[in-house]
C-alpha cells in the first residue's frame, strides 16, 4: 500500500509560480519599505505641525472657556462655574505641555515661552478676583477681573502668533511631501508595469496547470454546500499537486457526512435534554410559587387573631361606638385580604391598609400612640410589593416598642426612592429590641412566640420580601440611634413616565 504523504508535494508547475511569486513578495517589499519611510516620515512632520496648530487652537479655546467660566461665577457665585474654571485651567496647561515637547523650532520655543509668562500673570489675576470675591471686596474683585481680561487678550494674540508660525510650517511640509509623491509617481508606474508582466506569466502557469481540476473541485464544493455528501472527484491528474489534493478532498467529504450524521444524533439527544431541563426549572420557579403563597397566607390569621383580641377588649370596656368603627375598619382590612393572594399589592394600598389598622389601635391607646405618614401618593400607586407586608411590622413596632412605654409613643413611615428602588423606613421611639433578639429575628431563628404575640409577623414579611425581591438585603431591623427600632425595606423601582 502507497504511503500518504503528511506534507502535500510540489510539482514543476508549482514551483515555477512559486518562484514567479517569491520574486514579486521580495520586490513588492523592498519597495514599499522604501516609499513606506520616506511617507511616513513626511507624514510625520505634517501631523507633527497639525497636531501643533490643533493644541494652540485648543488653547485658544480653553482660554475663552476659562475667562466665560470666571466671569459667570462671579456674575452668579456658582460654585460649578469656578469648577469649570479650574477644568479650564488644567486643560490650558496640558495644551501648553504638550506644544512645549513638540516644539520644534526656536520661534515656536521663545512663543511658548511668553505664553506660559503670561497665562502664569492671567491665573494670578483671575484666581485674586476669585478670591475678592469670596472675601465680598467687590471693586478689588472686578479690578482684577479687568486686568486678567487685558491679560486674556495678550494671550490670544501670542496665541494668534504661534498658529501663523504653525500654519506656515504645516504649509512648507505639504508641499514637500507633495513634491516626494510627484517624483514617486514615475517609480510606481515603472513597479506596477513590472508587476503586470510578472502576474501575467504567473497567471499564465497557473490557468495553464489548475485552472481545469481546481473548476472541478469547486463544483463538487458547491454540491457539498447544498447537502450532497456523498459526492467525490476523480484523483488521476498529470500534476502530483492536484491528485494530492483530489484524493484528500474525497476523504474530507467521507469525514463531513459521518460527522453530520454524529451531529444529528447529539440534536436529537440534546433536544431531549433540553425539554428536561425546562421542566425541571419550570418544576423549580412552581415550587418558588408555592412557597410564596404558603407564607403569605400566615401573615393574615396572625393579624386577624390580633385584631379582634383589641376589639374583645374594647368591647369589655363599655366602649361599643369605637368597637363599631374598629369592625368598620377591620372590614376594609378583611375585604383587601380577601383579594387574589397571587397578584401584588400596590405600597399605596398598603399604606392603606395601615391607616385602617393605626385607626383601630388609635381607640385602643387614644393619644398614647401618634402616627406619621410621609410619602406621595401618586408614586406609591407604582409600587408593587406582596400583600400585607407593613402591617405586621407595624404591628410588631406598637406591641414591642410603643405598647411597653410609659410616656405617649410616635411611629414614623417615610417613604424615599434612592438609586431606583424604593425605601420604605418604619421607626418608633419606643423601648427598642434586646440585641440578642434582634439577631435572631434578622437570622430568622427567633421563637415562635415573643410575649403575647408571635415572631411569625417578622420573620414572615422578611421570608416574603426576600422572595418577591430574590434580593437578601430587602429587609433589615436595628435600634434606632435616636432611641426605639428601625425597620427598613428596599424593593426594585423604576418610575415609569410619560413615554412609559
Not at 343 to 358: D, F, I, R
Request: proline letters at 2%.
Amino acid at each position: 500500500m502507497k504511503k500518504e504523504r503528511s506534507v502535500l508535494g510540489f510539482s514543476s508547475s508549482v514551483s515555477q509560480v512559486n518562484w514567479i511569486l517569491i520574486s514579486i513578495l521580495i520586490i513588492t517589499i523592498l519597495f514599499a519599505l522604501g516609499f513606506y519611510s520616506t511617507t511616513q516620515m513626511l507624514a510625520g512632520y505634517y501631523e507633527e505641525s497639525a497636531n501643533g496648530i490643533y493644541l494652540t487652537t485648543d488653547l485658544k479655546k480653553t482660554l475663552s472657556q476659562s475667562d466665560e467660566s470666571m466671569q459667570e461665577y462671579l456674575r452668579t457665585g456658582n460654585r460649578a462655574s469656578l469648577i469649570r474654571y479650574n477644568d479650564a485651567v488644567r486643560q490650558f496647561q496640558h495644551s501648553y505641555d504638550a506644544l512645549a515637547q513638540s516644539a520644534a523650532t526656536a520661534q515656536e520655543q521663545s512663543l511658548l515661552r511668553s505664553i506660559s509668562d503670561t497665562f502664569y500673570s492671567y491665573q494670578a489675576s483671575s484666581n485674586f478676583s476669585a478670591f475678592s470675591y469670596y472675601e465680598k471686596e467687590i471693586f478689588r474683585c472686578y479690578e482684577s477681573l479687568q486686568e486678567a481680561q487685558s491679560i486674556s487678550q495678550y494671550l490670544a494674540s501670542y496665541c494668534d502668533d504661534l498658529l501663523d508660525v504653525q500654519i506656515h510650517a504645516s504649509h512648507a511640509n505639504s508641499k514637500l511631501l507633495q513634491y516626494v509623491q510627484s517624483r514617486s509617481l514615475f517609480l510606481n508606474m515603472a513597479f506596477v508595469l513590472f508587476l503586470a508582466g510578472m502576474s501575467l506569466l504567473g497567471l499564465h502557469t497557473l490557468i495553464e496547470q489548475f485552472q481545469r481540476p481546481l473548476n472541478r473541485l469547486y463544483r463538487a464544493s458547491l454540491d457539498i454546500a447544498k447537502g450532497n455528501y456523498s459526492v467525490q472527484i476523480p484523483e488521476n491528474y498529470r500534476d502530483s499537486t492536484m491528485e494530492q489534493l483530489a484524493r484528500t478532498f474525497n476523504r474530507m467529504t467521507l469525514s463531513i457526512r459521518n460527522m453530520v450524521q454524529k451531529l444529528e444524533e447529539n440534536k436529537e439527544l440534546e433536544t431531549r435534554l433540553l425539554n428536561e431541563e425546562l421542566k425541571n426549572t419550570q418544576y423549580e420557579y412552581l415550587l418558588e410559587q408555592a412557597n410564596f403563597l404558603a407564607l403569605q397566607s400566615q401573615a393574615n390569621p396572625h393579624f386577624l387573631f390580633n385584631t379582634l383580641n383589641s376589639i374583645s377588649r374594647t368591647i369589655t370596656l363599655n366602649r361599643s361606638d369605637d368597637a363599631v368603627m374598629m369592625i368598620d375598619a377591620l372590614t376594609v382590612l378583611l375585604r383587601y385580604n380577601l383579594q387574589d393572594a397571587t397578584v401584588p399589592a400596590t405600597l399605596a394600598e398598603e399604606l392603606h391598609v395601615v391607616a385602617q389598622y393605626m385607626a383601630i389601635q388609635s381607640y385602643r391607646f387614644q393619644d398614647r400612640i401618634q402616627a406619621h405618614f410621609s410619602y406621595n401618593q401618586e408614586m406609591a400607586a407604582q409600587v408593587r410589593m406582596p400583600r400585607f407586608t407593613l402591617q405586621p411590622i407595624v404591628e410588631n413596632a406598637i406591641i414591642h416598642g410603643l405598647e411597653p412605654k410609659i410616656s405617649q409613643g410616635s411611629l414614623w413611615i417615610t417613604v424615599t426612592y434612592p438609586e431606583h428602588s424604593c425605601q420604605i423606613d418604619i421607626r418608633d421611639d419606643g423601648v427598642g429590641i434586646d440585641p440578642q433578639k434582634l439577631q435572631k429575628l434578622l437570622e430568622g431563628t427567633a421563637e415562635e412566640r415573643i410575649g403575647h404575640t408571635t415572631s411569625i409577623g417578622i420573620n414572615n414579611t422578611r421570608e416574603r420580601l426576600e422572595i418577591f425581591t430574590h434580593q437578601k438585603d430587602s429587609f433589615n431591623i436595628e435600634n434606632h440611634k435616636n432611641g426605639g427600632t428601625l425597620v427598613r425595606i428596599r424593593i426594585p423601582f423604576h418610575q415609569k413616565t410619560t413615554e412609559d
